[in-house]
């Protein structure tokens, strides 16, 4: 971000009057913990999924660490987790001093590799070594497909390998409100829909943003319960009601859960975002494929590509820049896009880069080859509603001018 005009943030949100109006009457109204507003905002994510249940909490990694929590994740179990993602999607299953166990992605979409997630799978039932996976190790739980960038995963195989080995499914669906996928019979069905507990992100800069926040989604209850009352402090199921003339003082603590519940002031912005995701999405659609051509055909420079059967929800877009054909390498090209007035991002340094999980798991950056060649090349350009016609002009202009230095 920056307060310099001419400079295009990597991200803005797009905040409207309705946003600003349910805000100020939430603040009016002397109510702005959990109530109204974000039960409300959770019936209207549910119907705009097509789901059951939907719980609302404070950002998306609640949700997925809660979302291990209702399936049961102990303490020395296996979660299958791709390399190429945010912190998050792993150190929730660290909370549970389970092993996140990494898997390199596909070269075109940069989602996990399910070949390769199935080979591990295979190797560990044998009990073969796997990278990263200690000698003691409890069973493989479940396995987090994340949808990079907005393109749906390979759900239809994760699902198999769900069968297969007996996994629970929780889907990093940070990226994806909404973005679809065709199942096996042909039918496009939403991302997250194919998992046990699928998980959205609300953060500033998501496609739909409530400032921080998050959704649990699933159609079971019984998990959708269980989340409910470890995001209040793992006491009785309608606490948030204890201060309402329908409520009643008394609860009682079932366990010790967390303190992750959605607030109405930040509902009071989701519920209106919600309205909008549509309309965002047609924005960031066309924004993308203004990216995609008038950026083809540069040398050395790879634009991400939306496969026949998925629709893709464009929160992010990804270039690749190879270093042996275009003299300024990612770096500089980042540095050079800056000297434009041009804010870009990185998506991601993958997991097994970093101090933490070197340190911890003992990878190397060949462990995942295909993880480690992306982040050396990709750029992230400013993709949001609101971007207009000059800007975009700006950007396309920058990429084709420093690729031909
Ligand atoms: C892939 C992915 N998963 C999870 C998260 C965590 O989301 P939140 O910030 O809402 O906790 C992010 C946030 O950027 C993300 O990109």
Redesign the pocket.
């Known amino acids: 971000m920056s307060g310099n005009d001419s400079f295009i943030s990597f991200f803005r949100p797009s905040i409207g009057k309705e946003e600003i109006r349910e805000v100020t009457e939430c603040l009016e109204s002397g109510w702005l913990t959990t109530g109204k507003r974000s039960k409300q905002f959770e019936t209207d994510f549910a119907s705009y999924m097509g789901a059951k249940y939907a719980v609302a909490m404070n950002?998306?990694?609640?949700?997925?660490h809660l979302a291990l929590e209702a399936v049961g994740l102990k303490e020395n179990e296996i979660v299958l987790v791709p390399a190429m993602?945010?912190?998050?999607?792993a150190e929730v299953v660290r909370y549970f001093n389970a092993i996140p166990v990494l898997v390199d992605c596909n070269e075109d979409d940069f989602c996990m590799n399910m070949q390769d997630a199935a080979e591990i799978l295979r190797r560990i039932k044998k009990g073969k070594k796997v990278k990263g996976l200690p000698e003691k190790h409890g069973r493989a739980r479940a396995i987090i497909p994340?949808?990079?960038g907005g393109q749906v995963a390979d759900v239809i195989e994760a699902r198999k390998l769900c069968g297969e080995y007996d996994l629970k499914m929780v889907e990093?669906c940070?990226?994806c409100c909404p973005a679809y996928y065709k199942d096996e019979k042909g039918d496009w069905q939403m991302a997250g829909r194919s998992a046990d507990i699928a998980?959205f992100?609300?953060?500033a800069?998501?496609t739909i943003t409530t400032g921080?926040?998050?959704m649990a989604l699933t159609d079971n209850e019984k998990w959708a319960d269980r989340m409910r009352v470890m995001c209040l402090h793992g006491i009785s199921k309608d606490a948030w009601k204890r201060f309402t003339k329908a409520g009643s003082w008394y609860y009682e603590i079932t366990a010790p859960g967390f303190k992750y519940n959605m607030p109405d002031t930040a509902a009071s912005i989701g519920i209106h975002q919600l309205k909008k995701a549509d309309r965002f999405w047609e924005e960031r659609k066309k924004i993308s494929a203004t990216f995609s051509e008038r950026l083809s055909g540069i040398p050395g420079i790879t634009l991400p590509v939306e496969k026949a059967d998925r629709k893709h929800s464009w929160h992010l877009y990804p270039i690749r820049i190879d270093g042996k054909t275009v003299k300024t390498g990612r770096n500089e090209f980042i540095e050079k896009m800056k000297e434009y007035e041009i804010g870009t991002s990185v998506?991601?340094m993958p997991l097994h880069m970093h101090p933490y999980y070197k340190k911890n798991y003992g990878f190397k950056e060949k462990d995942f080859p295909t993880a480690s060649k992306i982040f050396e090349q990709t750029m992230s350009l400013p993709l949001y509603p609101g971007l207009t016609e000059g800007e975009i002009n700006r950007i396309c202009e920058a990429v084709r001018k420093i690729a031909a230095l």
Do not use: I, M, Q, R
């Open positions: 950002s998306c990694t609640a949700a997925l993602t945010f912190a998050a999607t994340v949808h990079f990093d940070a990226h998980c992100s609300f953060y800069n998501k921080e926040g998050g998506h991601y």
